[in-house]
């Protein structure tokens, strides 16, 4: 009998892991292939909360392109495999 152990930790990790192998892919390639570079910045800018007794900065930047959505969907489609 064959067990399914799907569970969100395992997609979350096989979701970075693709964007991760396809950004990388992309930017290795990028040179011979420029359309697979091409892509957006998404995010928010640091911004910085100053408590006097602490300091906190805040900031969140993606960068997708091609490659790394291409890796998206291939990591989508082997996690609905497994």
Known sequence: MKRNYRSPVILVIILIVGLVIGGVLGQVLGSFAPIINQGR????????????????????????NLAAVLGLIIAILLYQRM
């Open 41 to 64: 910045s998404i995010g928010l800018s640091t911004t910085k909360l100053d408590l006097g007794i602490i300091n906190i900065t805040f900031g969140f930047n993606v960068s997708l």
